[in-house]
């Protein structure tokens, strides 16, 4: 069975930091792309980022470009977004996400591949 173990986040001041990582297993598939998408109460889940297995290439919301990095390591399917200059709009619940293609190429429906979620990590960010 497929497996995302998210880790990370928690309370942090405004201008901090934190760092997320999502480790996926269970899965024999190349093609793929690991990232975050967050959902603040009362707002509609949004995609924060996301990293492409193929070729290394990336996401970014434009909410956090600049601010946020994410990084991969293939070896281990995991996916590490390290967030710096934090603030209060960026509180929600993170939620590690395996999808398939690349990150600017969604290939899972023709691949009839569903999405992975991992079980979401609140992040706080107090002004």
């Known amino acids: 069975d497929v497996q995302l173990q998210a880790s990370g986040g928690g309370l942090v001041q405004a201008g901090g930091s934190l760092r997320l990582s999502c480790a996926a297993s269970?899965?024999?598939?190349?093609?793929?792309?690991l990232g975050w998408f967050r959902q603040a109460p009362g707002k509609e889940r949004e995609r924060v980022s996301c990293?492409?297995?193929?070729?290394?290439?990336?996401f970014y919301s434009d909410s956090v470009k600049g601010r946020f990095t994410i990084s991969s390591d293939n070896a281990k399917n995991t996916a590490y977004l390290q967030m710096n200059s934090l603030k209060p709009d960026d509180t929600g619940v993170y939620y590690c996400a395996l999808r398939w293609g690349r990150c600017d190429y969604y290939s899972g429906h023709d691949r009839g591949l569903r999405d992975y979620w991992g079980q979401g990590t609140l992040v706080t960010v107090s002004s």
């Open positions: 269970g899965f024999a598939f190349d093609d793929y792309n």
């Open positions: 990293i492409s297995s193929s070729d290394g290439s990336t």
